[in-house]
Structure formats: C-alpha cells, structure tokens
C-alpha cells in the first residue's frame, strides 16, 4: 500500500471502541453512529487530539457527536508547523460562548503562519500611536 504510511489508524472515540451507540439514542443494538460499528478509522496524517471535546468525539454535556472532529475524537491539522490557538489559548472553545472558537475551528491549533497577521496588527498600531503626537 502506497499510502498507509501517511495514514493512521484510529480508535473511534465517541463509542470508545465498542462499535455501538454509546447513548442508546434508538436502540441498544443500535450501531455507533460515527464508525458505524466498524469502531476505528483510518485517518489521513497529520491528525491530532480534538481539543473542543478533548477527544471524547462528544460535544460537552451534549449526547451528540462533537462538531469539531465529527464523533471521531482526532481532526485533521495542516502540515507544518503548529502554534496554540491565540484566541481560545489552545482550549478550542470560544469562552463567551461555548461553541468551537471560530479561530481554530474547535481545534485549539493553528498553522504557524497566522502568528504573522498577529504582528502586523501590532505594526499598525504602533504606527497609529506615533502618528498621534
Ligand atoms: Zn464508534
Ligand atoms: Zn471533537
Ligand atoms: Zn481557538
């Protein structure tokens, strides 16, 4: 297999590996909604922990799957260097409202080159602040 090293195999998080609805939602028998009973996945590298649900792949005090990584407990990164989320400091939930911060999309991370924008702001108010002699 040409890609099975850039792959990863997963354990499904939302049903903790078992295959099965772990909230009963229709039934007992009913199958894991996320794997669909097949309990893991492959997942395309580079992946990390989901950081909105920490990766349970459940959407805190909800019984549904966690938005972010859609049940799976892991999402997928860009490639390259990561840095923590500066808006959510690294949590991956927005703190006024709950939801996954807008910045990282829920993950907590994001791609090292956003830093830069980050300075820019900072340029431009540097230059407003000499401006106001
Ligand atoms: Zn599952
Ligand atoms: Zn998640
Ligand atoms: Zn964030």
Same mark, same amino acid.
């Given at each position: 297999m040409k890609t099975s090293g850039s792959r990863r195999e997963v354990a499904c998080s939302f049903c903790a590996g078992t295959g099965r609805d772990p909230?009963? *939602? *229709?039934s007992d028998q009913s199958v894991c909604q996320v794997c669909h /009973?097949?309990?893991k996945f492959s997942m395309i590298k580079p992946i990390m922990r989901c950081a909105f649900?920490?990766?349970?792949g459940i959407y @805190?005090? +909800?019984r549904i799957t966690c938005t972010v990584c859609n049940g799976k407990g #892991?999402? &997928?990164? @860009? $490639?390259?260097? *990561?840095?923590k989320c500066p808006?959510? $400091?690294g949590v991956g939930t927005a703190t006024d409202s709950g939801l996954p911060c807008l910045a990282c $999309? /829920? $993950?907590? #991370?994001? =791609? =090292?080159? +956003?830093e830069k924008t980050? &300075?820019?702001?900072e340029k431009i108010k540097r230059s407003a602040g000499k401006g106001k002699r």
């Open positions: 909230f009963d *939602l *229709l /009973g097949r309990r649900c920490r990766g349970s @805190p005090g +909800q #892991m999402v &997928r990164v @860009p $490639k390259g260097t *990561l840095v808006v959510c $400091k $999309k /829920g $993950k907590g #991370m994001v =791609a =090292a080159k +956003q980050v &300075r820019v702001n």
